[in-house]
């Protein structure tokens, strides 16, 4: 709160002259820090505001060394102009660190530098300096690390003195000797390079710390065993193109017990002559003469990692050449003469990775053993593969063959590991429906220029789920475009494979030169409306039969139910006018029997009783009989017992009866007892017609008859179940599937089972006498039969 309000008065403060007067100062004050950093010199851009302090002022054509620059500075920047030299006034610049005079015409330092305490980094590279002597302020340089002297034309290095410099640049300077001497004042130095110049003979030269030595582009001719003992420390050696040099003879090689890296590419090397160098890891002697690789000739090298001995004439590997390199990783042997490996050549090098054998002359490729994830076998001139040549590779991940003369590519080619196969500029002509099959790893596959013109079926490609490149440009297509179609979508359905633009048509003539995409895009998209078209069609097609199907199963099911409820009701009421009919008659019956018997305590009359013979229509309808003709017998006998008594009764003593009985019957049985009935039915008849007809009461006569007529049917029945038309039931029965049926039986009156169709006359027609019973109020019973007499 209080500050605020301290803020707020300040603001409506009245201005004092004294506030006016420190204000001009500290304008003026920020005024002259402009006008300081204004003085920049002529032609130079300043930037002292970063780190380091910069001053540039390279390429502007200065004569002169400038004045006035600020003492400030870090970095002064003066290569690229005319400076003939550098006045005494740079003893001012206390703080330089770095000072680029690079492409000058300087042919000498002031002879005092002692105030550039500072100074790291001096570059006096391509000017005039011919004599160390002429620079030989340097040694007032307490902190220089890195001189650069290149391209001056010094002879000498002999009197450079430095305590401090680590690396020298002498470079293409003109620098014909190394001397005892050459090196004596530069204690600390560890890097050396002496490239380009006429460096004809290195002499016993010493220099303590030296790691670091570039010889290369020198005339170096021949060295001896010894040149590099005074370079105890000595790790990187650069030889590369001295045109004439040597170092190796038959007696004797280069030695240096620390040096692990070599470089003698295009030099003069008639052998590799690395026996001297046991702590070599790294060796390039490309592009030498070595011809003849002798046996175990790297057994001494056990550390090296990297050789290169491409571009020399290395006509024959053997068995034992690379032996003992067991740290080998990479192995070029590119641009040689080899016709003909050892499958065992690199079978020793355990560790190696890459094996390149490109530019060679060889004709066929041996199944190598190797550990190899990379073999480069391209520009030979293989025209066949063993279809066993990965097969000790157990490691390998990329083969490139390009540039062979295969003309078919070994199918059932086996390899768990192997990404990428590289089969450019070959004459495939086609690719076996195998030749993927079993590289189930494979991620890339370049097969353009070859001469592949059919259409490959993706098929081919079926168990290389994680191939994502297919190159197939530059190969002559015959662009058939309905069996081109598959290819063309397996390769271009994104993630695309291969670059569309890629495929061209080679024929037919008329569309040579398109892309397939162009040429077929008619045809294609034809057969795609047209598939389309067709599939809707048969979709639509498909939809309307289960409509029309759906639709005339349900009217049918509805029909027949309709059907069914008709049948049922012209039933029912047939068996109610059959009811009728019966109540008259056992009314007037009752009516008659009344004057004779008493009869009172039954207070209905029995539905039994009620029924007379059924129609026709009921009789079809009627469960089979299929009961023996001895139970008819029994049934005649007790008929009148039935008539009094209660039909529950009977009916389950029948039941008791045959259950027993006709467990045990056979088909035989039933077909004996037909026979038996037809005999007996025919006496029956002729004996009906005697006596019986008066004796019997009505009921019962209707039964016999009822009786008979099921007789005959069921014969009828048997005969088919003789033929084998009819439905044969040999299936046992058990007792509850007989109840099942039974319940089913009483309760719906339409069952058809012949077993228990003896009871199925009483228990059918009584249930549906019951059920019409049931729908009329028991006290309208007679009244309802006046009413149909009346
Ligand atoms: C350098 O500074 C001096 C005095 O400070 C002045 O006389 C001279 O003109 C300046 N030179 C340049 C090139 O600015
Ligand atoms: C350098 O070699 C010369 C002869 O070439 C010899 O006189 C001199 O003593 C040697 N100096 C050293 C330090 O070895
Ligand atoms: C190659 O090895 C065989 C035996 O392994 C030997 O007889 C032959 O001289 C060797 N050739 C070369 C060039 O070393
Ligand atoms: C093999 O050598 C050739 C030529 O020397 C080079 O172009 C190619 O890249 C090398 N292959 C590998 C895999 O390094
Ligand atoms: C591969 O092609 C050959 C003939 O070219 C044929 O017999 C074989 O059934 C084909 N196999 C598969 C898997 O398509
Ligand atoms: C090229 O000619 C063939 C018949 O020779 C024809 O079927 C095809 O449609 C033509 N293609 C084009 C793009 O004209």
């Given at each position: 709160m209080r500050s605020r309000t301290i803020a707020e008065n300040m603001k409506y403060r009245i201005m004092t002259p004294r506030d006016l007067l420190s204000l001009l100062a500290t304008y003026l004050g920020i005024f002259s820090i402009a006008l300081c950093q204004s003085t920049?010199?002529?032609r130079c851009l300043c930037?002292?505001?970063?780190?380091?302090?910069t001053i540039m002022c390279s390429k502007?054509?200065?004569?002169v060394f400038p004045?006035?620059?600020?003492?400030?500075?870090?970095e002064l920047n003066l290569s690229?102009?005319?400076?003939t030299n550098i006045t005494d006034?740079?003893?001012?610049?206390?703080?330089?660190?770095i000072l680029k005079l690079a492409r000058?015409?300087?042919?000498s330092l002031p002879?005092?530098?002692?105030?550039?305490?500072?100074?790291?980094t001096l570059d006096l590279t391509?000017?005039?300096?011919?004599?160390i002597v002429d620079i030989?302020?340097?040694?007032?340089?307490?902190?220089?690390?890195v001189l650069y002297l290149s391209k001056?034309?010094?002879?000498?290095?002999?009197?450079?003195?430095?305590?401090?410099?680590r690396a020298l640049d002498a470079s293409h300077?003109?620098?014909?000797e190394l001397t005892?001497?050459?090196?004596?004042?530069?204690?600390?130095?560890?890097m050396l390079t002496l490239m380009?110049?006429?460096?004809?003979d290195i002499n016993k030269t010493w220099s303590p710390k030296l790691q670091w030595l570039d010889m290369s582009d020198?005339?170096?001719?021949y060295l001896r065993p010894?040149?590099?003992?005074?370079?105890?420390?000595?790790e990187e050696l650069r030889l590369s193109n001295?045109?004439?040099?040597?170092?190796?003879?038959r007696n004797s090689t280069l030695t240096h017990s620390k040096l692990k890296t070599l470089d003698v590419s295009r030099?003069?090397?008639?052998?590799?002559?690395?026996?001297?160098?046991?702590?070599?890891?790294q060796a390039r002697l490309s592009?030498?003469?070595?011809h003849m690789l002798p046996d175990r000739?790297?057994?001494?090298?056990?550390?090296?990692?990297f050789l290169y001995l491409n571009?020399?004439?290395?006509?024959k590997l053997n068995?034992?050449?690379?032996?003992?390199?067991?740290?080998?990783q990479v192995l070029d042997l590119s641009?040689?003469?080899?016709?003909v490996i050892h499958p065992?050549?690199?079978?020793?090098?355990?560790?190696?990775?890459v094996l390149n054998l490109s530019?060679?002359?060889?004709?066929e490729l041996p199944s190598l053993t190797s550990t190899v994830t990379t073999l480069d076998a391209s520009?030979?001139?293989?025209s066949d593969l063993d279809e066993?040549?990965?097969?000790?590779?157990?490691?390998?991940r990329s083969v490139i063959l390009s540039?062979?003369?295969?003309q078919r590519f070994p199918s059932?080619?086996?390899?768990?590991?192997?990404k990428n196969l590289d089969l450019r500029r070959?004459?495939?002509v086609e690719v076996c429906n195998?030749?993927?099959?079993?590289?189930?790893?494979?991620l890339k596959i370049d097969l353009s220029g070859n001469r592949l013109t059919e259409a490959i079926?993706?098929?081919?490609?079926?168990?290389?789920?994680?191939?994502?490149i297919i190159k197939l440009e530059d190969n002559p297509w015959r662009c058939d475009c309905i069996d081109l179609y598959l290819m063309y979508s397996f390769l271009t359905?994104?993630?695309?494979?291969?670059?569309?633009?890629?495929?061209?048509?080679?024929?037919p003539s008329n569309v040579s030169g398109y892309t397939w995409h162009t040429a077929c895009f008619d045809i294609w998209n034809k057969s795609l409306y047209y598939n389309k078209d067709r599939t809707w069609g048969f979709v639509m097609i498909v939809l309307l039969t289960i409509v029309v199907l759906f639709g005339s199963f349900i009217s049918i099911r509805h029909m027949m139910r309709i059907k069914r409820r008709a049948i049922e009701q012209r039933q029912q009421l047939e068996t109610l006018r059959l009811l009728r009919q019966r109540r008259n008659q056992v009314a007037q019956q009752q009516q008659q029997q009344q004057e004779h018997i008493e009869?009172?305590?039954?207070?209905r009359i029995h539905p039994l009783e009620l029924i007379g013979p059924p129609s026709y229509e009921e009789a079809i309808q009627m469960p089979r009989l299929a009961q023996s003709l001895d139970n008819l017998d029994e049934i005649s006998e007790t008929t009148s017992v039935r008539v009094m008594g209660s039909a529950d009764n009977i009916r389950y003593k029948y039941r008791r009866t045959r259950r027993t009985k006709k467990r045990i019957q056979s088909e035989d049985d039933l077909f004996r007892r037909e026979e038996r009935r037809h005999e007996r039915l025919r006496r029956e008849r002729n004996s009906s017609t005697g006596n019986s007809e008066i004796i019997l009461p009505q009921s019962q006569r209707n039964s016999r008859a009822n009786m008979a007529r099921r007789a005959r049917r069921n014969s009828a029945i048997s005969d088919s179940i003789e033929t084998g038309s009819g439905r044969v039931r040999v299936k046992p029965q058990t007792p509850s599937s007989r109840k099942r049926r039974q319940r089913y039986t009483v309760y719906d009156g339409h069952s058809t089972d012949d077993e228990d169709s003896d009871v199925q006359p009483v228990g059918s027609s009584r249930s549906i006498v019951i059920r019409e019973l049931r729908r009329e109020p028991k006290s309208a019973y007679r009244e309802s039969v006046v009413e149909q007499d009346s």
């Open positions: 920049c010199p002529i930037y002292l505001s970063q780190l380091p302090r502007q054509g200065l004569e004045e006035n620059i600020s003492d400030v500075v870090q690229n102009n005319l400076l006034d740079i003893n001012r610049l206390l703080d330089l660190r000058n015409k300087l042919t002879e005092d530098l002692s105030s550039l305490k500072s100074l790291r391509a000017n005039n300096i011919k004599h030989r302020s340097i040694v007032q340089l307490p902190s220089l690390t001056n034309p010094l002879s000498k290095l002999e009197g450079l003195m430095s305590a401090s410099t300077c003109e620098i014909r005892n001497t050459s090196l004596d004042d530069l204690p600390e130095l560890t380009g110049n006429p460096l004809k020198c005339l170096l001719n010894d040149t590099f003992n005074g370079f105890p420390a000595l001295n045109p004439t040099l040597v170092y190796s003879t030099c003069n090397l008639d052998r590799p002559g690395l026996h001297g160098l046991p702590s070599l890891t592009r030498n003469i070595i000739i790297f057994a001494k090298n056990r550390e090296l990692g571009g020399n004439g290395i006509e068995m034992s050449t690379f032996e003992g390199l067991v740290k080998l641009a040689n003469y080899l016709e065992l050549t690199f079978h020793e090098n355990v560790e190696l990775k530019y060679n002359v060889l004709y520009s030979n001139l293989i066993n040549f990965l097969a000790n590779m157990p490691k390998i540039n062979n003369q295969l059932k080619l086996k390899s768990t590991s192997l070959n004459r495939l195998d030749t993927f099959l079993q590289l189930p790893q494979l079926n993706p098929e081919i490609f079926r168990n290389n789920p994680d191939l994502n359905e994104p993630p695309a494979k291969t670059v569309d633009q890629s495929l061209l048509c080679q024929n009869h009172a305590p039954e207070p």
